[in-house]
Nanobody, 123 residues
């Protein structure tokens, strides 16, 4: 498994969760971007956030900007998604992915994917 996501669970609205994505050695390069996508029930997968492995440049979707924070730990080859002020509409399966090209919000540009982790936010 190249990318292993974890940390999902059930949380009440207004609560917090932190997702982790551990990457196998050899798939991340300085120019890589690690991202999080999510797929709400019955909907298409959508971009959430991404970070450039070298330098730490980040960008977010409008729906999570200011509430979610993406970060990385180079020593552990791990990317995190800290999710605060969670809302019921954040309920989804969250996926981590890696992109060796430039910054992108498109699924097609991410060529390595982990399995999903389910986040359920109750009202």
């Amino acid at each position: 498994v190249q990318l292993q996501a974890s940390g999902g669970g059930l949380v009440q609205a207004g609560g917090s969760l932190r997702l982790s994505c551990a990457a196998a050695s050899g798939i991340i390069f300085n120019s890589s971007y690690l991202g999080w996508f999510r797929q709400p029930p019955g909907k298409e997968r959508e971009f959430v956030a991404a970070i450039r492995w070298s330098g730490g440049m980040t960008y977010y979707s409008e729906s999570v900007e200011g509430r979610f924070t993406i970060s990385r730990n180079g020593a552990e080859n791990t990317v995190y998604l800290q999710m605060n002020s969670l809302k019921p509409e954040d309920t989804a399966v969250y996926y981590c992915a890696a992109n060796r090209g430039g910054p992108s919000r498109r699924m097609a540009d991410f060529d390595s994917w982990g399995q999903g982790t389910l986040v359920t936010v109750s009202s």
